[in-house]
């Protein structure tokens, strides 16, 4: 009993780790994503009005993550 419990234990900590492993990764796809985004606006690829959105949903995701991150 004991041992499965220790199995169950490890099993939970692994998960854990992919889980904030898949989550860093996220939040650093999001401050790329931030970072092109605020490129293509300096290099007037997208105007303002385009910009503007896209950078809100993108900074809210990241929050988002950070949040999610911060709870484990």
């Known amino acids: 009993m004991v041992a ?3 199995k169950e234990r490890g099993a ?3 998960a854990e780790a992919a889980a ?3 989550t860093k ?3 650093a796809a999001c401050e790329g994503q931030i970072d092109l985004l605020l490129d293509m606006r ?3 690829q997208v105007s303002e009005s385009e910009y ?3 950078k809100h ?3 809210n995701r990241k929050a988002e ?3 999610k991150l911060d709870s484990f």
Do not use: F, M, N, T
């Open 65 to 67: 993550l950070r949040g």
């Open 4 to 6: 499965e419990l220790e």
């Open 42 to 44: 300096l290099s007037e």
């Open 20 to 22: 904030i492993a898949a």
């Open 12 to 14: 939970s900590a692994q």
């Open 57 to 59: 949903i993108l900074v």
């Open 25 to 27: 990764a996220a939040i």
């Open 52 to 54: 503007v959105p896209k």
